[in-house]
């Protein structure tokens, strides 16, 4: 039985082992954290419409459902030469036939980015977001601001929608608890027109929705720094703050960076259509999925979840292919759309984009419980305690 390696632990790491695994291979799969975080719903932990173990899934659990094995570890060193993987432990796992590069992205680092929090980053910050809105509350009034920023070397490593996500849930849960008026809630980013990947309509949609619920905005700003107590742009504006959360956009994996394997230049691992690495034009035994991956498409192109477990089930695909001594390998790049579902704490809007068509179909109140459906059936599939919808 041929073996496979897998960094990472996250959306393209686990769909590659479980696909793998069906095509019966030895999988091992290495993850710094010892449980799978479903970022996607991580934005009701601090509004509390979820509790923290809500949004995990234990890998020990995955593991004896799916039969790979696990380590619970962090990567330190690629050598694409030895073929040998140096891990924080001081272990050394080598001669797999295969390996998975899926350890997601790093996160570019602002000036002061020790004084915002990220729904997107370390998954120990929705708690802490969450105790920050208990603390504004209790004081009675405060300035919130919510924003993403840019890779001006990558824009598909922008994540956004998250942060307009958790924006519109505090404003209504700050509207259920009677003192939304006490707050003043702010949106920035240091684009013109933050949310335009997704389409005009759904630009539009969101620009209603910041007059709608009296909203400020300070866009098109590059930020020079953050503070305790404010965030100062390039331009010398200071937006004043009581609380800041914002995402950083992704940057070049720390490990991939200081590794011979080819790169972009804002650090991503470039792979071709089926996601294989190329050292020196030459190929090898490397595939790269998810974020941590330099994708190519048109200009609008981000990297989602969804995107990352397609990348993922086509390179099980196409190891097994190569394999058997055939060719008709799967490509991802037909595959590049936005896609998503963008909760607002009442309803939903459901938002596509591909390189023919974008659309936008607001979905009140119901749209929320869609969102949390699919949460709760992500969960219960990956453990098999559910059958999976085909192409879900």
Known sequence: ??????????????????Y??????????VSDRDYFYIYPTSIW?????????????????????????????????????????????????????HVVLAMGASKMKAKGINNTLSICGEPSHSIKIREKLDE???????????????????????????????LFNVHNFLKKKGVRDNFELTFFAPMQQPGKKMGEKALKMMESFFKKLNIKQQFGKKIKSFEKDKIIFEDGIQLESDFTMFIPAGDGHEVIQNSNLTKNDAGFVIIDDYCRVFVNNKETNIYAVGDVAALEGADWRAKQGHIAEIMAKNVAFNIEQKDKGLSKFKGYQNHINILCVMDTGNGASFIYRDSKKAFMIPLPIIGHWLKKAWGLYFKLSKLKKIPRIPGM
């Open 45 to 97: 932990i601090p509004t509390r419409e979820k509790k923290f173990k809500d949004i995990c899934i234990d890998l020990k659990k995955l593991q004896d459902v799916h039969g790979f094995n696990l380590v619970i570890d962090k990567l330190q060193n690629i050598d694409v030469q030895t073929n040998s993987y140096t891990f924080q432990s001081g272990s050394v796992l080598k001669n797999y036939n």
């Open 136 to 166: 504004l509350i209790a004081k009675g009034n405060g300035k919130i601001c919510f924003g993403f920023g840019a890779n001006e070397k990558d824009m598909s490593a922008i994540r956004g929608g998250p942060a307009f996500e958790l």
């Open 1 to 18: 039985m041929k073996k496979v390696l897998i960094l990472g632990g996250g959306f393209a790491g686990l769909e590659s082992a479980i």
């Open 20 to 29: 793998l695994r069906k095509a019966k291979y030895d999988v091992t799969l």
